[in-house]
């Protein structure tokens, strides 16, 4: 891998390290570009619970510190500023200008949640199976429609809870895909989720939907979704990914070109 367009700072609350240890870590492996993306602050409601993203008061802080961090080691590596976001449509414009406030170099969007911060609503374990693949795909339409959103983080989050592929999975995967090549929004494997699966019998990333992305030809990238620097080590994971969704035939990318068409 040279690059990594996902990665977090300990501002999230389930993150660890320094900022400028993710920058170590990655130059220490060869990477050329990393970008953070660490969980957007949103204006929360009195019923949301934002334990998963960094406060608004911790924004500016993440701004001035990956600024710093780029002048710092422009010479060894190319490093982002970015946020991962959700599509929130009630607050969508508060993020647009807090992308322009704070020159941004990009969003990542990560589909958590339906319509709101609210532990039910999580995709990851709906609290409604009927509905969840419908309310799904809503957002995922209108977040890549918006022209906000560079990549698609873990774009088969739903498999995290659901109980099992089925064709409406295929239709809705179809969909995005779809969309995805309509906007030109990249599709995310999620090696995240690949680390999850290590303790879980289910989850993303999902075969399934992998092929789907290879017959569709979608372009499409690896994320680290690092939580630790350490997670900027893991050789062997990079290979063995890399290795796979090429047999799989998936159109993948070394880089891309971040801040086209943002």
Excluded at 36 to 55: A, Q, Y
Excluded at 150 to 161: E, N, Q, V, Y
Aim: aromatic share 14%.
């Amino acid at each position: 891998m040279k690059a990594n367009y996902h990665t977090h700072t300990y501002r999230c609350n389930h993150a660890q390290g320094k900022d400028e240890d993710y920058v170590k870590a990655a130059i220490e492996a060869g990477f050329e570009e990393i970008g953070f993306t660490d969980h957007s602050p949103w204006p929360l409601h009195p019923f949301e619970m934002g334990h998963i993203r960094m406060k608004l008061a911790q924004l500016d802080d993440y701004v001035s510190s990956v600024r710093y961090l780029q002048e710092k080691y422009k010479d060894q590596i190319t490093i982002y500023l970015g946020l991962e976001a959700e599509f929130f449509e009630d607050r969508i414009d508060w993020l647009k200008e807090t992308v322009e406030k704070y020159n941004l170099d990009y969003l990542v969007f990560g589909n958590h949640f339906y319509r709101f911060d609210v532990y039910h609503r999580y995709f990851g374990h709906y609290g409604d199976n009927e509905t969840v693949l419908e309310d799904y795909l809503d957002h995922a339409i209108k977040g890549m429609r918006s022209g906000l959103y560079r990549i698609f983080a873990h774009p088969d989050l739903w498999m995290r809870g659901y109980p099992v592929w089925n064709e409406e999975c295929s239709a809705i995967t179809r969909e995005i895909c779809r969309v995805a090549k309509e906007t030109n929004v990249y599709l995310e494997y999620n090696l995240g989720g690949v680390r999850d699966r290590a303790f879980r019998t289910s989850g993303y990333p999902d075969e399934h939907f992998w092929k789907i992305v290879a017959e569709e030809g979608c372009p499409s990238v690896i994320g680290i979704d690092a939580h630790s620097p350490q997670d900027f080590r893991d050789e062997a994971l990079f290979i063995e990914t890399e290795a796979y969704l090429k047999n799989l035939g998936v159109n993948l990318k070394d880089k891309i070109q971040i801040k086209e068409e943002l």
